[in-house]
């Protein structure tokens, strides 16, 4: 007969399991690097609800909660004989409710399903509480109740409560806090302490003069009593709300600190802008890639789309692209920080870039002209670099230019003619900053993803050592920074790194409308060297540089192999363009030391790669001078 009916019980407990919706749908919430809450998301239906469990509340609150509502919670199967039995006598004697008699679990079994309070309704109460008292461990139970409980209005939780109550992680409660919460749980419209203040402070009372020992000691009742009451709601915590609404729930790579700061600078520099512009700011360390403050936009302001997370807009960089193409040109031997050269108009078959004040510095170093971000010496590096080889690099530290449709990159791609974001700038900046070494930014705790050396390190660090100078209105030092603007004022940037950090600004229209009169350096510098200033100083030395005499670059007889680069890994199965510029004609072009045919008044030759494998390729000109370079086929 026992066998029988335990049977027909768990028959009847699988078919019927406890409504577990409510528990379930809590709200998200977002945490910092040390668990700090940035954000919180309402669950369903606006209600402010959030998981907690036993841990996350103090001992002192489970223990006058036990104290107050369910003294032999500990013990009892989910239904306190005792304690009905007196309700009952009571309600006998008396002619009406004096005591409930309902258990912590009889209350979760009720959280979990509302009902109109009938007998009933009590009876499928009870059931439930037995069958959860077999589901769960009594901490459990706890945690259903600490996440359920009502606070008063759409506030559910003691979590919930916590921060809307005190503005404070539940954690930190303390005794009289503590007290209050589980007293307006018991009447959470007639006891809210910001419309019956008097209530509330009976309800508070009444769970610190309860039999609670041991949970409260009399000084520290007598203590509590005269603590005041919280007289408004706190707002919710709402850092980083744009990354809030895109990831909802865990742990970030933030700090709530500085993302509070950030989010500060951003909000006090809105005040400078033309109007409908906004700004989206991202700091990071250099070394784990981790993102400590992103913020997206002015949350919340309609006229400057708020709603719009600015960081992941696709937008024009501006100069703010030329550090890598300097770096590149580092790297391939091109031209060191004081080879000269020339600043003067010149014309790209149809393309003629000119420099942002129209006027030309002439000879110049390199250093200089990275420095005052000059448009000609860029495009003319990007020519003999070749913006496919540049986009190459770019897409190697994994964050490639966005282009329009079926288009190849070109030389505007030297002044910011492609699409990037801040987060894609921010990661190649990081690159430099990490001595060529790319990898992804992280948003989220875990494991450092592998980084590739996509740049040589000194190649990075000669940019970096360009850069590193002073900001023009004052800020920390040894900062590398560069400025951006793109074509017709519509977007203004500002990037920098110094030893441990990285950080990027953006200014602009969210419309993409053009902004008369904006540069990078007058409106997105100012904000960079704020948020420069948050994190410990890590400067970079400055690079010394003197000028040389020869001007390397732009020297018309001096050999150089454009394509392919050194290093290169390229495709088996098509014939194969080797290009060349500068050198005395004729030409030898040379494959692992043997000729391939060419025209000697040219400077290319088509080869066909005979398979996979590594091959030098080497380039002869009538006075002897060499250039080559070592490639594979696959």
Not at 308 to 322: Q, T, V
Request: aromatic fraction near 6%.
């Amino acid at each position: 007969m026992i066998f029988a009916l335990a049977g027909a019980a768990w028959a009847l407990d699988r078919a019927l399991p406890p409504p577990m919706a409510r528990a379930l749908a809590v709200g998200g919430e977002l945490t910092d690097r040390n668990g700090r809450t940035l954000s919180v998301l309402p669950a369903a239906g606006g209600v402010w609800r959030l998981a907690t469990g036993v841990d996350d509340v103090p001992p002192h609150l489970v223990a006058m909660l036990v104290a107050a509502e369910d003294r032999r919670f500990w013990h009892h199967p989910g239904v306190d004989p005792i304690a009905m039995a007196r309700a009952a006598a009571q309600w006998a004697r008396r002619g009406h409710v004096v005591s409930g008699g309902s258990t912590l679990t009889m209350q979760v079994a009720r959280l979990l399903e509302p009902r109109p309070r009938t007998l009933r309704a009590k009876a499928i109460e009870t059931l439930r509480a037995i069958q959860l008292e077999w589901r769960y461990s009594k901490r459990e139970i706890l945690g259903l109740w600490l996440t359920l409980a009502p606070q008063g209005g759409n506030i559910e939780g003691i979590r919930a409560g916590s921060l809307v109550w005190f503005g404070r992680p539940s954690r930190q409660l303390d005794m009289a806090e503590a007290a209050l919460l589980v007293g307006l749980a018991r009447q959470p419209t007639r006891s809210r302490p910001d419309r019956h203040p008097a209530a509330a402070r009976r309800a508070r009372d009444s769970v610190l003069l309860s039999r609670a020992a041991p949970a409260v000691s009399e000084q520290d009742a007598d203590m509590a009593l005269g603590a005041p009451l919280p007289l408004r709601r706190q707002p919710l915590p709402r850092l980083a709300p744009h990354l809030a609404r895109q990831l909802r729930n865990g742990p970030t790579t933030l700090d709530a600190g500085l993302q509070r700061a950030v989010e500060t600078i951003l909000t006090e520099s809105l005040a400078t802008l033309p109007d409908r512009a906004s700004i989206a700011i991202m700091l990071a360390e250099t070394g784990p890639r981790a993102v400590r403050a992103l913020a997206g936009g002015a949350w919340m302001a309609q006229n400057r789309a708020g709603a719009l997370d600015l960081s992941a807009a696709i937008r024009s960089p501006g100069s703010a692209l030329k550090p890598l193409l300097y770096a590149l040109a580092f790297q391939e031997g091109l031209v060191m920080p004081a080879t000269l050269l020339s600043d003067m108009p010149r014309s790209f078959g149809s393309y003629a870039p000119e420099n942002f004040d129209h006027g030309f510095a002439g000879q110049i170093t390199v250093a200089d002209a990275l420095r005052q971000s000059l448009n000609l010496p860029a495009v003319s590096l990007l020519a003999q670099l070749g913006p496919v080889r540049f986009a190459g690099l770019l897409k190697d530290a994994g964050f490639s230019p966005r282009l329009p449709a079926g288009a190849d990159p070109s030389l505007p791609l030297a002044l910011g003619g492609a699409g990037f974001t801040l987060r894609g700038m921010l990661g190649l900046y990081a690159t430099l900053a990490d001595g060529g070494r790319s990898a992804p930014l992280a948003l989220r705790p875990g494991p450092r993803a592998q980084a590739r050396q996509v740049l040589e390190p000194h190649a990075a660090q000669l940019v970096g050592a360009i850069l590193a100078q002073p900001f023009p209105a004052g800020g920390p030092t040894g900062i590398a920074w560069k400025t951006g603007t793109s074509w017709g004022a519509r977007d203004a940037w500002a990037m920098g790194f110094d030893a441990r950090h990285v950080a990027g600004v953006w200014v602009g229209r969210p419309d993409g409308t053009p902004m008369p009169g904006a540069t990078g350096a007058r409106l997105a510098l100012p904000i960079l060297a704020r948020v420069m200033a948050l994190v410990p100083p890590a400067p970079l030395a400055p690079l010394q540089v003197r000028a040389q005499a020869a001007p390397l670059a732009e020297a018309p007889d001096r050999l150089r192999l454009l394509f392919p680069p050194p290093g290169a890994v390229l495709e088996d199965g098509a014939d194969l363009v080797i290009r060349s510029a500068g050198g005395q004609r004729p030409l030898i072009f040379m494959v692992d030391g043997a000729p391939i045919g060419s025209e000697p008044a040219r400077r290319e030759a088509r080869w066909q790669p005979p398979g996979p494998g590594h091959y030098r390729i080497t380039v002869l000109d009538a006075e002897g001078s060499a250039t080559g370079a070592t490639i594979r086929i696959r």
